[in-house]
């Protein structure tokens, strides 16, 4: 994935076994822009329970807003178009605590693998945080 140095945001997803950093393949931040390759194939799965718990932190208290959403992954590993019709939104809370943002996800009840997007907007900009997930489980 793309570098932007120390400015953008990380984002990590906490599930019941381990934390996972996020890719970024599009971002407009401090006067970049990025925008995403067609697929990530090699985008590696993150196994994840059925109505397990999803947590999503984001290294970053001035979080403006928060989309996540969630489509099945294609074999061909495409993600783009993002912002796709097949996208489902996702139910969250969100909280603040110290210098994050925790976002805490509804139970992902779809079984198989599915590309988990979370759209961030800040006031310096705005970055697509993205796993591949697996809840074949």
Same mark, same amino acid.
């Given at each position: 994935?793309?570098?932007?140095?120390?400015?953008? !945001?990380?984002?990590? =997803?906490?599930?019941?076994?381990?934390?996972?950093?996020?890719?970024?393949?599009?971002?407009?931040?401090?006067?970049?822009?990025?925008?995403?390759?067609?697929?990530?194939?090699?985008?590696?799965?993150?196994?994840?329970?059925? /109505?397990?718990? @999803?947590?999503? #932190? #984001?290294?970053?208290?001035?979080?403006?807003?928060?989309?996540?959403? @969630?489509?099945?992954?294609? !074999?061909?590993?495409?993600?783009?178009? =993002?912002?796709?019709?097949?996208?489902?939104?996702?139910?969250?809370?969100?909280?603040?605590?110290?210098? #994050?943002?925790? #976002?805490? =996800?509804?139970?992902?009840?779809?079984?198989?693998?599915?590309?988990? @997007?979370?759209?961030?907007?800040?006031?310096?900009?705005?970055?697509?945080?993205?796993?591949?997930? /697996?809840?074949?489980?």
């Amino acid at each position: 994935m793309r570098s932007v140095g120390t400015n953008l !945001p990380p984002a990590w =997803l906490i599930t019941s076994a381990a934390a996972f950093p996020a890719s970024v393949p599009a971002f407009s931040w401090g006067g970049q822009h990025a925008d995403p390759a067609y697929g990530l194939t090699n985008l590696e799965a993150v196994q994840a329970r059925p /109505d397990g718990r @999803l947590i999503v #932190v #984001v290294g970053s208290s001035a979080v403006r807003q928060i989309e996540p959403a @969630l489509r099945p992954w294609g !074999p061909d590993g495409r993600i783009v178009p =993002l912002f796709d019709e097949a996208n489902r939104p996702i139910r969250f809370e969100l909280n603040r605590d110290g210098d #994050v943002t925790v #976002v805490i =996800l509804a139970g992902v009840r779809e079984q198989g693998e599915q590309l988990l @997007l979370v759209h961030a907007t800040y006031k310096s900009g705005d970055a697509i945080y993205i796993w591949r997930l /697996d809840t074949s489980a």
